[in-house]
């Protein structure tokens, strides 16, 4: 009785692990973006691909990977290739009403910012600028 206990308990605790093993290994280390899509073509998901790829230093600047999430496969990078089963993070917290959705993850791991629409790269560039992380890195900058 005692092992199936501690053998539910482990296997609950344990449950999202997959999901968000992907992401683990980047904390501390970048911020990410996640791009939910139903549907690569989707107006929403090539508005964003395309401002990232046309500014793919600035994004590389701010320590910041993009995934895209479509179904139960990610891809990370753009454009999307090499898809991978299963979802970084946590699916269900996005509500996919019209078919798109972002979420960006700080460097600590934590949700900074969502959204259900495509966003202009100005104005997240200024929200990731604003963190205290990255002020610091912008701060210390250039010392040894």
Do not use: C
Not at 18 to 34: S, T
Not at 54 to 68: D, H
Not at 118 to 127: G, I, N, Q, R
């Amino acid at each position: 009785m005692g092992k199936i206990l501690l053998g539910m308990v482990f296997g609950f605790l344990f449950s999202g692990f997959g999901h968000a093993q992907d992401l683990q290994p980047l904390r501390w280390q970048n911020r990410v973006l996640l791009l939910y899509t139903d549907d690569l073509s989707d107006p929403q998901y090539r508005k964003m691909e395309d401002a990232l790829l046309a500014e793919q230093s600035a994004a590389s600047a701010r320590k910041l990977i993009v995934y895209t999430v479509m179904g139960g496969q990610f891809s990370s990078g753009l454009p999307p290739e090499n898809w991978r089963d299963g979802v970084p993070l946590r699916r269900s917290s996005q509500n996919l009403e019209n078919g798109f959705g972002l979420e960006l993850i700080g460097l600590d791991g934590g949700v900074k910012y969502r959204s259900s629409s495509a966003v202009d790269l100005a104005e997240l560039w200024v929200l990731i600028d604003g963190m205290p992380m990255r002020r610091a890195e912008l701060k210390n900058k250039g010392k040894p």
